[in-house]
Structure formats: structure tokens, C-alpha cells
């Protein structure tokens, strides 16, 4: 069965102090890897989707990398409006769901 | 370009009774998938319709349903409500035949008493 875990489960920096959130998966056969972004009580907005080891994207502070086990979403020089949970999920070949981690509430502190 | 839409916003119902929330996809996209998302957890794949059809279940029980019409909007039912569904309900769209990214809508908040 897919897995995601994400970890750390919360991170507070100063604004401007950059930083790197980890998101691990186990799937059979990864058809993409999602990054969401999510504010409280609102639904997932989407950020970038990645599909093979080695490929990288960017916006604006962020950037998400992936490797075979794991996908990093960097964030540099943040600014407090980047506060919110950040959720990552897998998407198998063959298999139309989404599985999510737990997400990642990230604060920055002015 | 409007985004997928969900109504109602908030949903206040009591044990056993029945629900329904309604989802209007981004324009363009022909898919349909909804997730239950519990307070502090990531979003769970309840199912996913295309073309009128439901073509993937997640691991819910037949309490939940679900419709999509021919203008691709869709309906999540939920019948005999358990304090426990009480949740953030998302709607997410997406090409069948496109890069398969799905966009979220806003969510249903359901409360139950």
C-alpha cells in the first residue's frame, strides 16, 4: 500500500531564515509526486507536481526536488505569508487516488 | 476562469440523518474525485467519477455514494451519519487525459451533532 510521512510535523523560522521540509513515500510505481499548499480551513491549493528522480521546480521562494525515496520542498528567505500546512502526495501507476501525508504546518515569524 | 466550487460551505447535521454535497468542476476538466479530510490529518480518498461512472473507491463504506451528471458537476451523498464523518469534505477535479493534477475547491465543512 502507498505510504507518505512528513516530517517535521511542524517548523516555526524567522522570516528570511531558510529551511527544507522532507516528504518519504513508498509506492509501486510513482505516476507523480504533488505539492499542496493548504491555509486553515480551506482546501489545498496546488504548487507542483513531480514525476521522475532528479526533476526539480521552482515559484517564487519555493523549490521541490525529488529522488527515488523522498521529495523536498525548499523554502528561501520566507516571508510570514508562506505560514500554512504544507501536505505532499503520491499518485500510483494504474491508480487514480491520491495518497497524502500528513502535511508539515509551517510558521514564519515576522 | 473559475475553480471548482463546493457548496454548502458549512454543514450542521444530527446522527442518522442523510447528507448531500455538491462540487462544480474547474472548466474544462472532465474528473471528479472526492476526499474526506479529518482535523489535523491529510485529505482520504473517498472516490472518483469520470464520465458518469465511478472508476475508483477508496476504503469508505457504501454509506457513502456519489453522482456526477452530464455536465461533469457532481454529488457526494452521505446516509446514516455518524458523529465520526464529521470532517472537511474536498471536491477535486482533473483532465482524464491531461497531466492528471487535481485542483482542490474550497471544501464542505459538516458537523455532526
Known amino acids: 500500500e502507498d505510504q507518505v510521512t512528513q516530517s517535521p510535523e511542524a517548523l516555526r523560522l524567522q522570516e528570511g531564515e531558510s529551511s527544507s521540509l522532507n516528504c518519504s513515500y513508498t509506492v509501486s510505481g510513482l505516476r507523480g509526486l504533488f505539492w499542496y499548499r493548504q491555509d486553515p480551513g480551506k482546501g489545498p491549493e496546488f504548487l507542483f507536481t513531480?514525476?521522475?528522480a532528479g526533476e526539480e521546480k521552482e515559484k517564487e521562494r519555493l523549490k521541490a526536488t525529488l529522488t527515488k525515496k523522498e521529495s523536498f520542498l525548499h523554502i528561501t528567505a520566507p516571508k510570514p505569508e508562506d505560514s500554512a500546512t504544507y501536505l505532499c502526495?503520491?499518485?500510483?501507476?494504474?491508480?487514480?487516488?491520491?495518497?497524502f501525508g500528513t502535511g508539515t504546518r509551517l510558521t514564519i515569524i515576522p | 476562469d473559475a475553480g471548482v466550487t463546493q457548496s454548502p460551505t458549512h454543514l450542521i447535521k444530527t446522527r442518522g440523518q442523510q447528507v448531500t454535497l455538491r462540487c462544480s468542476p474547474k472548466?474544462?476538466?472532465?474528473?471528479v474525485s472526492w476526499y474526506q479530510q479529518a482535523l489535523g490529518q491529510g485529505p482520504q480518498f473517498i472516490f472518483q467519477?469520470?464520465?458518469?461512472?465511478?472508476?475508483q473507491r477508496g476504503n469508505f463504506p457504501d454509506r457513502f455514494s456519489g453522482h456526477q451528471f452530464p455536465n461533469y458537476s457532481s454529488e457526494l451523498n452521505v446516509n446514516a451519519l455518524l458523529l465520526g464523518d464529521s470532517a472537511l469534505y474536498l471536491c477535486a477535479s482533473s483532465v482524464s487525459s491531461g497531466t492528471d493534477t487535481q485542483y482542490f475547491g474550497p471544501g464542505t465543512r459538516l458537523t455532526v451533532l
Open positions: 472548466s474544462g476538466h472532465d474528473t
Open positions: 467519477y469520470y464520465e458518469e461512472e465511478e472508476r
Open positions: 513531480l514525476y521522475s
Open positions: 502526495a503520491v499518485q500510483a501507476w494504474g491508480n487514480e487516488k491520491l495518497t
